[in-house]
């Protein structure tokens, strides 16, 4: 069903409308006539026949016509004898900005799911309950009772804003309109019950008036809604912002393996949102910050930022902030240093932070040569102009000029930093970004270049998880590893060995020494019960292992299922590789440093399939053993393309649904310079979906 109705109405009906426009009943009409709203607005009062000068009806069945919109400002059973009276005349659309439903418990959620039934029956949608109302400056359909647009007056512009929240949607709308930035979209979806935060910003993004989406999510029940909405963004070039707090309710789940541990769900949702290219901001200052950034349509090749400042102490600083922040310092060729060291005074330096000294006040004409000069090199993406110093005596209005001429003849985004608020002004009104601080004005780069190489990315379609089919069944290692064979992950040579005979067989087999530990899918971490041996070489080792593993086994009250033999396998580190089926996010695949601290000192990172090669390096570039895979102190670099192909086959099986892996732990996989081999493997499967046989040889 179309939002359309929501978001352009062509007529408004208020339930309990009031001529007080300090109530919540009279603050939509108030807005609506104020801002030139070119609809009809329907008033709805029994006790006046005028609502603010606007003829009222008695009820929604008097109305002469259908609605579009219902804005339901009536509390209560009111409220839903109002969305019952709706539904029967036809409307599109209501917005229910009572409160007490969902958010008081289980009662109220399941009024809400009653009134969603009836409205859907009917054809028509439902925001809130618990909605501040939805308001488009782009059309005066303001059908909100927000304060923020009287205390910040509203200007429709190039941002959208979409919130769970009423709080959370009028503070960015009244922080950007500090900064002079006009808003089209500010609605806050309250519980909801019907239409979601993600359906209605899969709309707004549609919006060509629109240049950058802001999201507040409190849940987020709905990933393949909001993934379309930023497939939509993607295609218009809308960038999406989000801030997500709290977690998932459906995405919480408790898990006997490593990785069901560590991919919390609000970890998922990064992985979801880094997939998708939406940016998750921290908080309001940076869901807001790089606002002029976005608008300008800026598309950096790079994140190599150009310093040029009129103090060298400001120049530390901003290199310090952008190695702080993780943006490299662009390093000028001997040619681009030669050409700016001819703009620069003689004493100048040309290299990078590039210090144009207190000469910028009797030469104003400085920054329009420099920049020029240094932006010619294509090392350099980006150029932060710190500014400590200026005022009297010096034309930073010409300054701010020759900024905005450079990048409008470029395309390289230049930002300021100064603390003056008219050195600031100056550049604002020019279109250049300006900040007070300098480590402001990097985070606002950083955050732009890293969104930027984001949504660069190609996406592959979401993975939708799969309903759960049961309780689920942990495979022995001996079936896992087979399961995990089949699906292309190397695996170590072994034997499912029923008998210490059999052990020692294996032993001759291999040629070297061998690891011996239990076969029981009952004592999934066995380590911690003795129950696995290493480095085992000679027979009679390998039959007293056996017996102390057969032994501990029965006193532990399980039956004794045998001993899985298997090769001795060293590698330079170990890793682990890990997946669970989510039931919010689908497929999810954990790739990270292994061993026993896993959990303890976690260093890993969440991707979620399909996934490239590409992925899997970004993803291993952003640990902290990353080093590793660039060699480090004599040891040759681990081979990032085996691991990539064992994240991949995790992933390959995850998402078949024939072989209904809810689960896998991988830890661990032994990573060489020339491949990886996993070890040790646990498997968990739907009820009734195959597992390995586990009761062959199987030489890797």
Known sequence: MSLAALVRPSSVAVVGASDNTDKIGGRPLYY?????????????????????GIPAFASLEALPEAPDCVVVAVPGQAAIDA????????????????????????????????????????????????????????????????????????????VAIVSQSGAMAAAPYGLLRQRGIGVRHVNATGNDCDVTASELATEIVQDEGVRLLLLYLEALDDPAMLARAAA?????????????????????????????????????????????????AD?????????????????????????????????????????????????????????VAAA??????????????AALLSDPGLIGKVLPAAGADPDVHMFLLAVPISGRGYDFPGYARDAAAFTAATGKPVVLAAPQRQVRDAFAAVGVPAFQTEDEAIAALSQFARHNEMLARPVAAMVPPRPAAGPAATSSEAASLDLLARFGVPTVARRLCASADEAVRFLGQIGGRIVLKAASAAIPHKSEHGLVHVGLGDPAAVEAAFARIAATVEALGHPFEGALAAEMVRGERELAIGGVMD???????????????????????????????????????RLRIAPLFQGVRGHPPLDRRAVAAAAQAVAAL??????????????PLMVTATGAVAVDGLVETAAGAPAGTGGTETRG
């Open 583 to 621: 039931p919010v996010f689908g497929p999810v695949v954990m790739i990270g440093d292994g061993g026993i601290a896993v959990e303890a000192m976690p260093d890993n990172a969440l991707l979620l399939p399909p996934f490239t090669a590409a992925d899997v390096d970004d993803a291993l570039a």
């Open 344 to 357: 620069l005074p003689t004493f100048a330096s040309p290299k990078n932070p590039i210090d144009v000294t």
């Open 283 to 339: 908080g309001m200052a940076d869901l807001v910050r790089a606002t002029e950034m976005y608008l300008q349509g800026w598309r950096p090749q790079g994140r190599n930022v150009a310093i040029l400042s009129n103090s060298g102490a400001s120049g530390v600083l901003c290199a310090d902030a952008a190695e702080r922040a993780g943006l490299p310092l662009a390093t000028l060729a001997p040619e681009t240093e030669a050409t």
């Open 83 to 158: 969305v019952e009276a709706a539904a029967r005349i036809g409307a599109k659309a209501a917005i229910i900005i009572a409160s007490g439903f969902g958010e008081l418990g289980a009662a109220g959620k399941a009024e809400e799911a009653r009134m969603r039934t009836l409205a859907n029956a009917a054809g028509m949608r439902l925001v809130g309950p618990n909605s501040q109302g939805l308001a488009n400056f782009g059309t005066g359909a303001i059908m909100s009772f927000s304060t923020m647009f009287i205390e910040e007056p509203p200007q429709d512009g190039p």
């Open 654 to 667: 995850l998402m078949d649904a024939a072989a209904g892996v809810v689960s896998v732990d991988i830890n």
């Open 232 to 280: 939509l963004g993607r295609e218009r070039g809308v960038p999406i912002i989000a801030i997500k707090s709290g977690r998932s309710a459906q995405g919480a789940r408790a898990a006997a393996s490593h990785t069901g541990a560590i991919a919390t769900p609000d970890r998922t949702v990064d992985a979801f949102f880094a997939k998708h290219g939406i940016w998750r």
């Open 32 to 52: 609506m006539k104020a801002l030139g709203y070119r609809g009809r607005i329907l008033p709805i009062n029994p006790a006046r026949q005028t609502v603010q």
